[in-house]
Structure formats: C-alpha cells, structure tokens
C-alpha cells in the first residue's frame, strides 16, 4: 500500500491560524510578555514557519493590527444603512462597534490597548483606523445636519469635533464594557446614544448649546 498523502493546508488559511492565535496571545497577555513559541504552540505550527509567513514579532502584531481594524471598520459600515433616520444609522453604527468588540475582546485589547503603547509604528496603525472611523461617523452627521438644515453646504468641519468626541467615547466604553461583567453591547450603546443623542439632535434642529455671553469671574 502506498504511503497516504493529508492534503496541504493553503497558505491564506493557516496563516490566519497564526494571526488568531497571535490576536488571542497578543491581546491576553501583552505585546511584551507574549512570545513566538507561545504563538506557534497555539497555531499548530513551528515556530519557523510562522517567522517564515510573518518574518518577525514586530511583522506579526502589525498584522494583527491591521486584520483587526478592518474587521472592526468594516463592522460598522456594515451596520449602517442610509436609508434610516439620523438617530437609527447613529444607533445601528454604534450597536456594531460595540457588538463587534464584545465578541473580539482579544482584538478590541490589541487596537486599544497593546498597539497604542508599544511604539510610534504600532500606535500609527491604530491612528489610521480611528481616522477612517471619525471621517464615517463625521458624515453620518453632517449629512443628516445638512437635511435639518436645509444647508447642502454645511461644512463638515461643524461637526468633526463632535464625531471625534464621540468616537473617543465609544473607545473608553467599549474597554469599560468588556472589563465590566453583565453589560451587554446592547446596553453599551444605548448608554452612549442617551449620553450623545441629546445634544446631537439639538444640533440637527439648529438649537445648539452655546457658552454664556457674559464674561466670567
């Protein structure tokens, strides 16, 4: 009898074994403490060969990164349909973000948490990603406060402000979240919509909040 030849695993899949058990190890225990035979042992593999895909540590977390923030980017499109009213497509964005990092957790520590604090090439990766999901939140509400105000030329610089505070909040919350047992993507969000909504949807029928005319002591 001849010898029984296993079929060869494709390169795309295993190398996505390697960057799940890189995404798992990465972000449980840190950038630092986590180390490529851990990485291998996890994956099924030798150590050589995920050097031999990934060609160092430093190559494989910047693919961790990059895979996990167009997963997450892509999450949130997704979740929006233009179709709804202002506060559904705020709503849905955010129910996807925080959905997509409860279930990601792993993901969600490696964007939050290792890339921002282990080098100015890591942290830049991230900046990218967060850029991408401001300017998406950044139009989301400029073009319903355009309708509000009748002003197909309201600049979106009016509102960037408010998109970079509220993509910030959405950051802080979902690390909140996943650290904090029983709170649901569900309930994150609905937290951070009652938190935004109400001054966003002033500002979507011209009735924005202003500072006091009078000078201060």
């Given at each position: 009898?001849?010898a029984?030849?296993?079929?060869?695993?494709p390169?795309?899949?295993?190398?996505?074994?390697?960057?799940?058990?890189?995404?798992?190890?990465f972000?449980?225990?840190?950038?630092?403490?986590?180390?490529?035979?851990?990485?291998?042992?996890?994956?099924g593999?030798?150590?050589?060969?995920?050097?031999?895909?990934?060609n160092?540590?430093?190559?494989?977390?910047?693919?961790?990164?990059?895979?996990?923030?167009?997963?997450?980017?892509?999450?949130?499109?997704?979740?929006?349909?233009?179709?709804?009213?202002?506060?559904?497509?705020?709503?849905?964005?955010?129910?996807?973000?925080?959905t997509?990092?409860?279930?990601?957790?792993?993901g969600?520590?490696?964007?939050?948490?290792?890339?921002?604090?282990?080098?100015?090439?890591?942290?830049?990766e991230?900046?990218?990603?967060?850029?991408?999901?401001?300017?998406?939140?950044?139009?989301?509400i400029?073009?319903?406060?355009r309708?509000?105000?009748?002003?197909?030329?309201?600049?979106?610089?009016?509102?960037?402000?408010?998109?970079?505070?509220?993509?910030?909040?959405?950051?802080?919350?979902?690390?909140?979240?996943n650290?904090?047992?029983?709170?649901?993507?569900?309930?994150?969000?609905a937290?951070?919509m009652?938190?935004?909504?109400?001054?966003?949807?002033?500002?979507?029928?011209?009735?924005?909040?202003s500072p006091?005319?009078?000078?201060?002591?």
């Amino acid at each position: 009898m001849g010898a029984v030849k296993t079929k060869r695993m494709p390169r795309a899949v295993r190398e996505q074994q390697m960057l799940d058990a890189a995404v798992r190890t990465f972000g449980q225990r840190g950038y630092m403490a986590a180390s490529m035979d851990e990485i291998a042992e996890l994956a099924g593999v030798s150590k050589p060969l995920v050097y031999l895909y990934l060609n160092s540590k430093e190559d494989l977390f910047t693919a961790c990164i990059r895979r996990e923030a167009k997963a997450l980017t892509e999450a949130v499109r997704a979740g929006v349909r233009r179709d709804l009213p202002a506060d559904r497509q705020l709503w849905e964005g955010l129910r996807a973000f925080f959905t997509h990092t409860a279930q990601n957790p792993d993901g969600w520590s490696v964007l939050h948490l290792q890339a921002r604090t282990h080098g100015e090439r890591f942290a830049a990766e991230v900046a990218a990603m967060r850029e991408e999901l401001v300017a998406f939140v950044t139009q989301l509400i400029a073009v319903a406060a355009r309708e509000a105000h009748r002003d197909p030329d309201l600049p979106e610089h009016e509102v960037a402000g408010l998109a970079e505070a509220l993509v910030g909040a959405a950051e802080s919350l979902a690390a909140w979240a996943n650290a904090t047992p029983g709170v649901t993507a569900r309930q994150a969000a609905a937290t951070l919509m009652n938190f935004a909504w109400a001054g966003l949807s002033n500002l979507m029928t011209g009735h924005p909040w202003s500072p006091p005319t009078t000078p201060e002591p």
